[in-house]
């Protein structure tokens, strides 16, 4: 037997013995990680360290799109 890994998370491949069980713990796993919103609110731009008031991750549109092209 080989551990399985999910979303970070190990399972051994002992508990999964039928292919719906499997596809439940990956639907499982895709819903617990959903966030209701992307990367982390520090109270600073995450492109350039500027401070922004919460919830706003970005001083502008410009360092918004900046930041994603760096992904
Ligand atoms: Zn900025």
Avoid: F, H
């Avoid at 895709?30 to 995450?46: D, F, I, Q």
């Avoid at 970005?58 to 092209?69: H, M, Q, V, Y």
Wanted: with cysteine; net charge negative; hydrophobic share 35%.
């Amino acid at each position: 037997m080989s551990p399985v890994y999910v979303m970070g998370a190990c399972i051994m491949s002992d508990d999964i013995d039928r292919a719906n069980d499997y596809a439940q713990i990956l639907t499982d796993a895709a819903l617990s990680v959903r966030k209701p919103s992307g990367p982390a609110v520090t109270g600073y731009c995450l492109n350039c360290d500027k401070q922004v008031d919460a919830p706003r991750r970005w001083c502008d549109a410009d360092c918004r799109d900046t930041w994603e092209r760096k992904l």
